[in-house]
């Protein structure tokens, strides 16, 4: 809702130097109500008796916290109760119950694809909280969002590029901030898909997937981008963190804990042999092989799938995945 998006924008400006990040898109502002329990559904929002009455007070509540604490002009409920009813027309032949139609979907023997967002350090409840979004992108909200039961899951494939990106604020152990990082995230095309921020760029960070693999259950990797390493000299590949003069493998869980963290480097030497038309995992250079087969040893997940080139067909599909 537009108060929504103004809210989000107010706040993160109030945080100053302690700025989340946010798209200032009005997602965080949402599921706060969502969670205060006055966050307008869908099934409702199409009601034309119904969303009248949700949506009045909501704008006289956000009205009242505009004016008094950030003193900015809030907005005229019929004005937005008629854009959003136009919304809701057009909207409305398209609404369904989501968990009814998987549901069926999976009982009639059909293949059903969850896909999640963002990752798993982005995560509300498990990510590098405060810097994360207000959703779950872990594999088990797949179940909570769609209204499927976590049995009817029989695979999870993990996602990951063959390098670390982050998008916003937030700790990033293995981020480049030279020239090289800008040469990644240029060669990768490292920037939002529906902001277009430039994302943060680094080496391979072992023991975040490692930790990504054990909070959603990953059965396998698909490594993604893995052409956007050719030509470098050197490759490193973070394996462990130094923490107090000593190594650790997991993820901590505190930001405090995780800036004073510096990342363990395993180094591997690149391949300049262009791996773009490349269909089969023996024909990658032995030295992509070497970094891939070490990526698996670390995160002790399989790999499935290996990106090399932005075209569908430039993928190498090390299995049958629907076995």
Not at 169 to 177: A, I, Q, S
């Amino acid at each position: 809702m537009p108060y929504h998006r103004l809210m989000d924008a107010v706040e993160e400006e109030q945080k100053g130097d302690a700025k989340i990040g946010t798209t200032k898109r009005g997602i965080g502002p949402t599921y706060t109500d969502k969670a205060s329990r006055v966050g307008i559904r869908m099934v409702d929002m199409i009601d034309k008796e119904e969303f009248p009455k949700l949506l009045q007070p909501n704008v006289e509540r956000k009205n009242q916290v505009f004016e008094k604490m950030y003193e900015t002009e809030g907005f005229q409920f019929e004005e937005v109760l008629k854009e959003y009813q136009g919304y809701a027309d057009v909207l409305e032949p398209m609404v369904d119950d989501v968990s009814v139609l998987v549901h069926n979907a999976i009982k009639e023997g059909k293949n059903v694809l969850f896909e999640g967002a963002q990752g798993t350090l982005l995560d509300l409840d498990h990510g590098t909280y405060p810097y994360v979004t207000s959703s779950h992108p872990t594999a088990a909200a797949a179940c909570l969002g769609t209204g499927i039961g976590p049995t009817k899951i029989d695979r999870v494939i993990g996602i990951a590029k063959a390098y670390t990106t982050r998008v916003g604020e937030g700790p990033f152990p293995t981020e480049l901030m030279d020239e090289l990082g800008e040469e990644i995230r240029k060669n990768g095309n490292e920037f939002g898909t529906t902001t277009g921020r430039p994302r943060r760029c680094g080496w391979f960070d072992a023991v975040i997937i490692r930790y990504a693999a054990r909070i959603s259950g990953l059965d396998s990797l698909a490594i993604t981008k893995l052409d956007v390493l050719t030509g470098l000299p050197v490759i490193k590949l973070c394996s462990g963190y130094r923490y107090k003069g000593e190594i650790i493998r997991e993820f901590p869980a505190s930001l405090k804990e995780l800036a004073k963290c510096e990342p363990v480097y395993e180094e591997f030497p690149g391949w300049t042999e262009d791996i773009s038309h490349v269909t089969k995992y023996e024909d990658l250079p032995e030295n992509a092989k070497k970094y891939l087969d070490r990526i698996v040893e670390l995160t002790e997940v399989k790999i499935a799938i290996i990106g090399v080139g932005v075209k569908r067909t430039q993928t190498i599909i090390l299995e049958d995945l629907y076995e």
